[in-house]
């Protein structure tokens, strides 16, 4: 098991430094990650949750997002209704209402829960637009994404046995034919 730590904690933190090179984040943006520890382990999403694969998930991602200056947003599991674990501090810049709930591995899921228990002074709220995130495992973290989401090729797949999706957001392009646009924001 200390093997595959070791290999999940590495992957985790190739693909986030990939994505925060490519995504561009200015310090104080929202990145979400969506988990299933299951997945991760090679069970069906929900079915295995592991606290220790989702500790040393986040023991490996966070410190790369922190460093940065941008905000970590933990996407709980469907029992929760995909709510969100940040950091006050974010949930206030950003207006969001916080509301009571505590994650569990079983009802949140294993990395909302490790966020939860990690954060100077986490809340949940119900719903974020961040600027990039992470989504291992399936976990659907679109509906917490900018409109404009563009998916980000890097050089891993998967982390575990969980399949990898990653993705930036872009502003809306408006006008027309005689539009000219910021390449820089593409």
């Not at 994505?19 to 561009?24: H, S």
């Not at 520890?37 to 220790?52: P, R, Y």
């Not at 200056?69 to 206030?92: D, K, V």
């Not at 490790?114 to 990039?132: C, L």
Request: charged residues 20%.
């Amino acid at each position: 098991m200390q093997v595959m730590i070791k290999m999940i904690q590495q992957q985790a933190q190739t693909a986030v430094s990939e994505l925060l090179a490519a995504a561009k984040l200015r310090p104080g943006d929202l990145f979400v990650v969506g988990c299933s520890s299951s997945e991760v382990g090679g069970a069906k999403i929900g079915s295995n949750s592991s606290t220790e694969i989702a500790d040393a998930l986040f023991a490996a991602i966070w410190p790369v997002l922190k460093q940065n200056g941008i905000y970590l947003a933990a996407q709980c599991c469907e029992h929760l209704n995909r709510a969100l674990i940040l950091e006050r501090s974010a949930a206030e810049k950003y207006g969001y209402e916080p509301v009571n709930v505590v994650p569990q591995p079983k009802a949140g899921g294993s990395f909302a829960t490790a966020a939860y228990r990690e954060f100077a002074d986490p809340v949940a709220v119900e719903r974020i637009q961040a600027a990039a995130g992470m989504d291992i495992g399936d976990t659907l973290i679109g509906m917490h994404l900018k409109p404009v989401a563009v998916p980000v090729r890097l050089s891993l797949s998967s982390i575990g046995e969980a399949h990898l999706t990653c993705a930036r957001t872009r502003p809306k392009f408006i006008g027309g034919v005689r539009a000219h646009y910021d390449e820089s924001k593409m």
